[in-house]
């Protein structure tokens, strides 16, 4: 392998050091080395599950279709209603999650002043003398 790690393999046990062979019961990338390695045939590792054979017994039973929808009986449980508060919004900008303290308070940065003319109450971008003083002719 290129990394300079050492892992062992047990392929008689069906166990690897990195865990994936146990976990997942299929053969991890050192496993396949150890097959080529051995001129092994790595697909012997692969546990049943993950066969062809397997799968297709879940099919072999037939399904019944569920049919019209009004022919359905009427629903005769609790009503469940959704929190919109959990809701995940897709568009926009994301909301605020952190904590609020006193400082993060408008109350307590005091007004808003201009950084352009000086005055209070508004901002720079919303300044009346943006586009220059109004009364001033040539």
């Not at 007004?111 to 919303?126: A, E, V």
Request: glycine share 8%.
């Amino acid at each position: 392998m290129t990394t300079e790690k050492v892992l062992v393999v047990d392929l008689a046990r069906r166990m690897c050091d990195c865990g994936h062979f146990q976990v997942e019961r299929l053969p991890c990338r050192h496993v396949i080395a150890c097959c080529a390695n051995q001129c092994l045939n790595w697909q012997l590792y692969v546990h049943d599950v993950y066969k062809m054979t397997e799968v297709r017994k879940v099919y072999r039973f037939e399904f019944t279709p569920l049919g019209d929808p009004k022919t359905w009986p009427a629903y005769e449980g609790p009503t469940l209603v959704a929190n919109p508060a959990l809701r995940r919004t897709s568009k926009g900008r994301p909301k605020l999650t952190q904590y609020l303290n006193e400082m993060d308070s408008h109350d307590m940065r005091g007004p808003r002043i201009c950084r352009l003319c000086g005055d209070q109450g508004h901002s720079r971008s919303r300044c009346p003398q943006r586009d220059g003083p109004s009364g001033a002719g040539s």
